[in-house]
């Protein structure tokens, strides 16, 4: 592992844009850092692979800004400064990542041992991405090109939380103009663990045996196949296959309480799949061409995307519903076909003007005796230009407009069971039939000064996302989440107008840095908690509401030895409702405030490894929404070593250890929603990773 590794990890930002350790002195920070006007932060399958905790997305937390929303160890989804879900988008190789993305519960379908790169831009992206990159992107790249014939590697890791086991291979090579890569996982995990015997359901106490949450075990396969051909000049094609299954129990004590009536013994096992659970199959094939016609470039992507997913239940009856005739409570089968096309073309040595068109059309259908989201179809097509100028060598610009065109079509649904209505009974309906259209136009500028010691970075613009079918159409109970969720059709598309900035000083062997931020909401679309129950549940109703978010990421790097590091990260995060009923009041699972300390050692002995402790602390969260409750703050201690045997030619043994929450401290995640049963957060842990590369 090289020096720079601990401050990548402090700063969260790629080995080459921030520092090369020699001698105890920082080197000049890369060309790309300055330039960029917007706060992006890039990493490497190696900083993956130091990281790893179980998820690609509980591996990036350590990056400012980006947290995970995890349910164990199987599941994870990411959120960029407090935003997720539909407002921000996951991209892999160019093509935005369509699963179904709206659900607490829903991971995202990615196979972190097939990635190359991963960069987080922080903030609005939208005039790139389009709608739903209003919060931040996720940018996969997992077809960088093999640099040899022959290139191998074989993963074995493990979670002691879950009891999660797996194996990972990828193959690689590359030879007179054709390449390929394939990559295959395979991972399984048992009932994951929390550091309390019992929990609390609507004033309901419910032990667990060994503190473990029962039915919440899974399993994992995944596989990748990319094949192209490169002229390694101007040509460069490629065609990839993957696919990702995943299978997973729901809590069961969570999901209502007809299970305390249930005939299956969740105690039996901590590693089957009971009633409640889940499967997911994402399938997806893509394209990818790039071709330079002399100083210009062109880049085509294509991609079919296959989402089906099943939650099934035991068939109980729930108010005026009947038994259903099987376990099949919902069903979502989507359909994505996308394509982009983006040109760039250099006016001069220092001026360089992006063009770029995509467009995409989902079908979502539905089934199953459940309902909380209708079946819809929705097209988008997005037009953007992008001018980048340089004036001088300290200076970089750039501005750029785009506009988009979307249109949703919504289905309606009504039960398939009678509920009394006065002295008759009818068929309740749950969704109407939606059409509706949307537009935007949008726009972002900004600019980055810097000098031998100095960054300076400015970005402001305007945003947009349209509103999803979740939003327009639900009405059905969320047992998963404890609630029932109501939609609203008549909302509009969520607008924002943010200023994002970013000032950087580094000399010698210390780096310091400031990022803050602020958006203007003038329609933000949120579930709000409302004080009435429904069939038993909270009700949550989809509302919009002016609304002001703000806050700031900061990091130090010192490097005060030859082989010792210090670093620090702080970030804050607060939001305002400026109007409606809620109005003054925070929006609901607000991050609250949180600060990292990190120490590293840094030793060459049989190779190269790193030793590091961080000290993570998160404090109280007092701003919430009414009925939410607030929640404590709490420190965690953690560990992480690593070491990378050279061994003959080019083979390589890696070697990286997690130890989390080394004094089992028992704390709450505010934006959990497993927080509102009285379930902490898992105690001490450690992750395992042994690579092998020849």
């Not at 609390?200 to 899974?218: E, F, K, V």
């Not at 990748?224 to 040509?235: F, I, Q």
């Not at 209505?421 to 600019?447: E, I, K, P, Y």
């Not at 070593?641 to 929450?661: C, I, K």
Request: one cysteine or more; aromatic letters at 10%.
């Amino acid at each position: 592992m090289t020096k720079t590794l601990l401050l990548v990890m402090l700063l969260g930002t790629p080995p080459d844009s921030v520092i090369s350790l020699q001698d105890v002195t920082v080197s000049a920070r890369s060309a790309q850092a300055k330039a960029a006007t917007q706060n992006a932060v890039k990493v490497d399958a190696a900083y993956i692979d130091e990281h790893f905790s179980g998820s690609l997305m509980q591996s990036l937390e350590g990056i400012p800004g980006v947290k995970a929303v995890s349910i164990g160890t199987g599941l994870s989804r990411p959120t960029i400064r407090g935003l997720g879900y539909n407002r921000m988008v996951v991209s892999e190789d160019g093509i935005k990542h369509e699963g179904q993305q709206w659900g607490d519960d829903h991971g995202l379908e990615v196979d972190q041992f097939a990635v190359d790169a991963v960069e987080v831009i922080k903030g609005p992206a939208t005039l790139l991405y389009g709608s739903d990159a209003i919060g931040g992107v996720l940018a996969i790249t997992g077809n960088r090109l093999p640099a040899r014939p022959l290139e191998a590697s074989v993963s074995l890791f493990g979670h002691s939380n879950s009891l999660q086991g797996g194996l990972s291979a990828r193959v690689a090579g590359r030879s007179n103009g054709f390449f390929y890569k394939a990559n295959l996982t395979l991972s399984d995990y048992g009932d994951y663990r929390v550091p309390t015997d019992t929990i609390q359901y609507y004033s309901y106490r419910i032990a667990l045996r060994d503190g473990r949450l029962r039915n919440t075990a899974g399993t994992e396969r995944d596989m990748r196949l990319m094949v192209g051909w490169t002229d390694n000049e101007r040509l460069r094609t490629d065609i990839t296959v993957s696919n990702v299954y995943a299978r997973s129990g729901f809590f069961a004590d969570a999901h209502g309480m007809e299970v305390r009536l249930s005939n299956i013994d969740y105690n039996r096992s901590i590693r089957d799949v009971d009633l409640p659970s889940q499967w997911v199959n994402h399938l997806k094939v893509q394209s990818h061409t790039t071709y330079q016609l002399g100083t210009a470039s062109l880049e085509a992507n294509l991609a079919w995307q296959h989402n089906l997913r099943e939650e099934l239940s035991e068939p109980l009856s729930h108010g005026y519903m009947p038994t259903p005739p099987d376990s099949l409570e919902r069903r979502f089968d989507k359909h994505t076909f996308s394509g982009t096309l983006a040109a760039r073309i250099p006016l001069g040595a220092r001026h360089e003007v992006s063009l770029g068109t995509g467009a995409e059309h989902q079908r979502n259908s539905r089934d199953g005796w459940g309902f909380i989201i209708p079946a819809f179809e929705s097209s988008s097509w997005g037009l953007y230009a992008l001018d980048r100028w340089t004036p001088s060598e300290n200076l970089a610009l750039n501005a750029g407009v785009r506009y988009d065109l979307n249109a949703i079509d919504i289905h309606s649904y009504s039960d398939w069971y009678r509920t009394p209505v006065g002295s008759d009974s009818v068929f309740m309906q749950r969704s109407a039939d939606v059409r509706r259209t949307f537009s935007a136009l949008t726009w972002s500028a900004g600019a980055n000064w810097h000098n031998d010691d100095w960054i300076l970075r400015l970005n402001v613009g305007k945003a947009f996302r349209v509103p999803i079918a979740k939003e327009l159409g639900a009405n059905g109970v969320n047992y998963h989440i404890f609630r029932y969720e109501q939609g609203n059709a008549g909302l509009d598309p969520e607008r924002s107008y943010q200023v994002d900035a970013g000032i950087e000083w580094g000399r010698g062997a210390f780096v310091v840095k400031a990022d803050p931020y602020a958006s203007y909401f003038p329609n933000y679309i949120y579930l709000n908690p409302t004080p009435d129950y429904v069939e038993g549940l909270q009700l949550y109703r989809y509302t919009q509401t002016r609304a002001m978010r703000y806050g700031i990421e900061v990091e130090a790097a010192w490097a005060f030895a030859p082989q010792w590091e210090l670093g620090l990260r702080g970030q804050f995060c607060r939001s305002r409702q400026l109007s409606g009923d809620k109005r003054g009041y925070t929006l609901p699972f607000a991050l609250p405030p949180s600060a990292d300390v990190d120490l590293g050692w840094h030793y060459d002995y049989r190779g190269c490894g790193n030793v590091g402790l961080n000290l993570h602390a998160v404090a109280a969260q007092n701003e919430i929404v009414p009925p939410e409750k607030p929640t404590p703050g709490y420190m965690t201690v953690n560990l992480s070593a690593s070491h990378r045997f050279t061994l003959r030619g080019d083979r390589q043994l890696s070697l990286a250890v997690q130890l989390g929450n080394l004094l089992n401290t028992t704390y709450y995640d505010h934006t959990s929603y497993y927080r509102l049963i009285d379930v902490p957060e898992p105690g001490r842990h450690v992750s395992l990773r042994i690579k092998y590369e020849f």
